[in-house]
């Protein structure tokens, strides 16, 4: 009781932090909003080494951590409001303003399309806990690496793109439109398909250095997460278009095509995960399931979008990705021999090469294949 009621002054903080993100990010501010977290993940690092100090067992020291983390996270984000003049100010009855009715319209819907992603994990999570100790495990670390370029740049690139959707939107010019979505798109391939095809080659000498040790080593835990790791990463580029492809819904002011393609995903993962893991892929076909969920996610808005946006960006996107999927090969042979010349047990060398050869192999292949995009992307770098 005592450890609620320190954590649930946080559920306003971090409300309110998400609307002056909104705000910050309707302005074409990113950076701020997006360095939040680390305020909060230093409140909660002060918090344990005081715990650790003082040699005190409470474990409210955590609740106060993440209260704290919650007032510095939205002070952060409060001073550039107040300097740009982006704090609301309330005149007569808020209640009756056309744009909260709007956004109320817009609000159920929302939570239920985010809600997709945490009902496919419940549904998953007792599929793998239900074959017994492990696959469950497995599947959480196998997530997580795969996850970490969503995480970084999946994510930054739907959220850049949300303000220059609505402003087009507001204009009703298709072709305006379709000129973020195709820098969007091009963006979300230059960026994960080279992690893609880097953490399938890397899967085996990166999982062993990071978790293989002492019961996940006994109990065979390399084998088990290596493949649902390359399964995962087959979808980094559907679980960035969803978020993307969301967005551009939500900007055009169609609520309903996310909720729709939610219900596909959710039937998809449903009926495949139960499935699949009674075939040769075991838990790694739970996720299959995910993946296969998110494509067919982005594929229904893509579909019901049509109308709204000519397809023709499709046949505009298909050089430049053609053209980053040859770089993003050749990088992922030359990591692979790079990767036979490490002598076998050195994780630690195998990982740290792999990645620069990649790097260095894929940068080269980009500025003589896509020098354009090469430049773009530099110059976003730099900015933030």
Not at 18 to 34: K, Y
Not at 269 to 293: D, K, P
Request: aromatic share 10%; hydrophobic share 55%; net charge positive.
């Amino acid at each position: 009781n005592q450890l609620l009621a320190w954590m649930f002054p946080y559920l306003i903080l971090i409300c309110m932090a998400a609307v002056a993100t909104g705000v910050l990010n309707a302005r074409g501010r990113f950076f701020i909003p997006a360095a939040t977290p680390i305020l909060f993940n230093l409140s909660l690092l002060a918090a344990i080494l005081c715990y650790w100090k003082f040699q005190n067992p409470s474990i409210l020291w955590l609740g106060m951590g993440v209260l704290v983390g919650g007032v510095l996270q939205l002070l952060l984000l409060v001073f550039p409001l107040v300097r740009m003049k982006g704090l609301p100010r309330f005149s007569g009855n808020p209640l009756s303003d056309p744009n909260l009715k709007s956004a109320l319209a817009l609000f159920l819907p929302a939570t239920f399309t985010l809600g997709v992603t945490q009902i496919n994990l419940l549904v998953n999570t007792k599929f793998a806990l239900d074959m017994g100790e492990g696959p469950n495990s497995y599947l959480f670390y196998a997530n997580r690496l795969a996850e970490l370029p969503l995480g970084i740049f999946g994510i930054a690139i739907a959220t850049a793109a949300f303000p220059r959707f609505s402003t087009s939107a507001l204009e009703e010019d298709r072709a305006k439109i379709k000129a973020p979505l195709l820098n969007s798109l091009t963006g979300t391939f230059l960026v994960n398909l080279p992690a893609m095809v880097g953490l399938w080659v890397l899967a085996t000498p990166l999982v062993d250095l990071l978790f293989n040790r002492g019961e996940f080593a006994a109990r065979g835990g390399l084998e088990g997460t290596v493949l649902p790791l390359r399964v995962y990463v087959l979808g980094l580029i559907s679980f960035t278009c969803v978020k993307i492809f969301g967005n551009l819904c939500y900007a055009v002011g169609d609520a309903r095509t996310p909720v729709v393609a939610g219900v596909c995903s959710v039937v998809t993962n449903l009926f495949l995960a139960y499935w699949l893991r009674f075939t040769w892929l075991g838990h790694s076909g739970i996720a299959l399931a995910v993946v296969c969920g998110a494509t067919v996610n982005v594929l229904v808005m893509v579909v019901r979008l049509r109308q709204r946006i000519e397809l023709s960006w499709l046949v505009e996107l298909a050089s430049p990705v053609g053209r980053i999927a040859v770089a993003s090969i050749l990088m992922g042979g030359a990591v692979h021999l790079a990767l036979d010349l490490i002598p076998e047990g050195r994780t630690a060398w195998a990982v740290s090469t792999g990645m620069i050869v990649g790097a260095v192999v894929y940068s080269g292949l980009g500025f003589v294949m896509f020098p354009d995009r090469m430049k773009t992307l530099l110059k976003r770098i730099k900015k933030t």
